[in-house]
């Protein structure tokens, strides 16, 4: 694995992967008990969930799904969603989003996994202030 591409974003590790210009997609890491963003929306993309390893709880629009190894969820704009990894081990999945643009926010939010305290500095709190504060330039709307 390329770790020169490796990110770490809100505790989670981001591999991004290569796309065509109409989707963006990358692998995460969830490691246990690590949550995912505070519910939100996105309004003009879908986003897909594809757990390849592990298990990942998955919320949208208010109900929790649990989704093993081989789990597919789409999600159409508009969808109240977050996750979190419940289990004792890693979860590993692909999300994906068209149209392509929303990747743009790992990139600016992202530690490189090179880096010393990489996965702790991504949850320091400046670094989530930041985030939050930020987010809808992004396309990405917390659910108040």
């Not at 505070?38 to 969930?49: C, K, L, S, T, Y």
């Not at 789990?71 to 068209?98: C, E, M, Q």
């Amino acid at each position: 694995m390329e770790t020169d591409r490796l990110l770490w974003v809100l505790g989670h590790r981001i591999r991004p992967l290569e796309t065509d210009a109409s989707y963006g997609m990358v692998e995460i890491t969830s490691p246990p008990h690590v949550p995912g963003p505070p519910p939100h929306f996105h309004r003009r993309e879908n986003e897909f969930f594809f757990v390849v390893q592990g298990t990942l709880d998955v919320m949208a629009d208010g109900e929790w799904r649990r989704c093993g190894p081989d789990s597919f969820l789409d999600l159409p704009p508009n969808t109240t969603h977050t996750f979190i990894n419940k289990t004792d081990t890693d979860a590993v999945w692909v999300t994906g989003w068209r149209p392509k643009g929303f990747e743009r926010f790992f990139e600016d939010f992202g530690i490189p996994a090179a880096e010393a305290d990489a996965q702790s500095r991504s949850v320091a709190d400046p670094v989530v202030q930041k985030v939050v504060q930020n987010v809808n330039r992004y396309g990405m709307y917390l659910r108040e």
